[in-house]
Structure formats: structure tokens, C-alpha cells
């Protein structure tokens, strides 16, 4: 088994605030490092959400019952196929949820 300090997952949280002082957010399995996420969310941002942080929010946040696994290029559908190349030197992958998970009595987990 590797060490924390050897994993080879980087495990981030995108969050939003709540009312009070408080957040509510997701959990996002792969590369969490800000290098890779910030660049590829505050295009999704400005392009497929057109500026909307509350549909942003609604489609990482409330709409997935667990988390991501990964955060794919389809976040960049909409973005100029020169950013894209950009930020993916040219390689896409999907989005995929933490949807393959069970809870110790065996039943899928639930939002």
C-alpha cells in the first residue's frame, strides 16, 4: 500500500458557500491539483455556463449524488477549439461520477 505522500491521486473539493458561514460541495477523485482544475473550470465557467455560476453549480455540485471521479473536457464543449488545445494538448476524455461505489450493506449510496 503507498503512502499518503505517494498517492497517486491529488482528491479536491469544489464547494460553494451556503447561507451563514458554512459550504456545500462534491468531492473530485483525480487531479485536484488548481494547475489542472482552475484553468479547466473557469472555462467551463465563461463558455458552457455562459458566466451562470448557479447552473454551474447545479450540474458539479447539486446534481451528482456522491462525486466525480474526473472532471472531463466536455466541461469545454463550448470553448474555442484554440483554448481547448490549450488546456488539453489536444486529448479529451469524459466526465465520469463516483457512481460505482456501495455502502457497507451492500446498497448504492444516495444524494
Given at each position: 500500500m503507498l503512502a499518503p505522500e505517494n498517492s497517486l491521486f491529488t482528491h479536491s473539493f469544489i464547494a460553494r458557500p451556503?447561507?451563514?458561514t458554512g459550504y456545500?460541495?462534491?468531492?473530485?477523485?483525480?487531479d485536484g491539483v488548481p494547475s489542472h482544475h482552475l484553468p479547466l473550470l473557469?472555462?467551463?465557467?465563461q463558455y458552457k455556463f455562459a458566466r451562470d455560476v448557479e447552473a454551474m453549480a447545479q450540474h458539479l455540485i447539486d446534481g451528482i449524488a456522491v462525486g466525480w471521479d474526473e472532471?472531463?473536457?466536455v466541461l469545454l464543449d463550448?470553448?474555442?477549439p484554440t483554448l481547448v488545445a490549450a488546456l488539453t494538448d489536444g486529448d479529451h476524455?469524459?466526465?465520469r461520477t463516483l457512481?460505482?461505489?456501495?455502502?457497507?450493506d451492500?446498497?448504492?449510496p444516495c444524494a
Open positions: 451556503t447561507a451563514g456545500s460541495g462534491i468531492h473530485v477523485q483525480l473557469l472555462a467551463a465557467y472532471l472531463g473536457t463550448d470553448a474555442p476524455w469524459p466526465s457512481d460505482h461505489l456501495i455502502t457497507p451492500g446498497s448504492p
